[in-house]
């Protein structure tokens, strides 16, 4: 058979290519697990009982555009290292604005501040749980970001963990707004930061276990 005449049959059974998948099973994966992850903080948690004020408070919309704008990243990167050759360009960059918004809200916060208040700020009342309950919340959802990452053949394995753990913390930290009584920005900046940090390092140390394919 000659190359030309190979070349033409090969075209002919190739059929119509796939579009890129990744979109919907991310978008599959996050309609599924995070209402998951609010079943699970209602399940233990609860609502604030207070949240009908807290929403007419700028500081609660502080918090949560601070963790949407890093789910939202994560979803960026998390995508972008599901497909192989794929660069992450200025997304990791891009992480940092967020963050240093609210370590520069925080340190206004505290410069304002007396000792008593600094230390109510920064620690507030749930510090030492808060972190792990975040953890604890991000748990389904960085199930289905694995999920869908497999699928799309991801190569850098211990990065790709980690942005599916980034993603899967900031979507729980934003489930957790809806129980958290904490407002300060110095709290949010340092615990919640810590308590997206916490599935986005088990997801480095599992990632090429969890995302082998």
């Not at 700028?58 to 890093?70: E, G, I, N």
């Not at 972190?131 to 211990?158: E, H, Q």
């Not at 709290?187 to 308590?195: I, S």
């Amino acid at each position: 058979m000659k190359t030309d005449d190979l070349i033409a049959m090969l075209a002919r059974d190739a059929g119509a290519v796939q579009p890129d998948r990744g979109g919907g099973r991310f978008a599959l994966a996050l309609a599924v697990t995070v209402p998951c992850s609010a079943l699970l903080m209602l399940g233990t948690l609860g609502l604030n009982p207070a949240l009908n004020r807290y929403v007419e408070l700028p500081d609660f919309w502080m918090k949560v555009l601070f963790v949407f704008a890093l789910a939202a990243v994560g979803l960026v990167v998390t995508r972008r290292l599901s497909r192989p050759g794929v660069r992450l360009g200025r997304a990791p960059l891009t992480l940092a604005v967020p963050v240093l918004a609210v370590w520069a809200i925080a340190a206004v916060t505290l410069a304002r501040g007396d000792a008593a208040q600094r230390t109510e700020a920064f620690f507030g009342q749930t510090w030492a749980v808060c972190p792990l309950l975040i953890a604890m919340l991000s748990v389904p959802i960085f199930a289905g970001t694995t999920w869908a990452m497999r699928g799309l053949a991801p190569t850098r394995l211990r990065l790709a963990g980690a942005a599916a753990g980034l993603l899967s913390g900031a979507a729980g930290a934003l489930v957790y707004c809806l129980h958290c009584p904490e407002l300060a920005a110095p709290f949010v900046g340092f615990w919640y930061l810590l308590g997206v940090l916490i599935p986005t390092g088990i997801g480095a140390l599992l990632g090429k276990r969890l995302l082998q394919w």
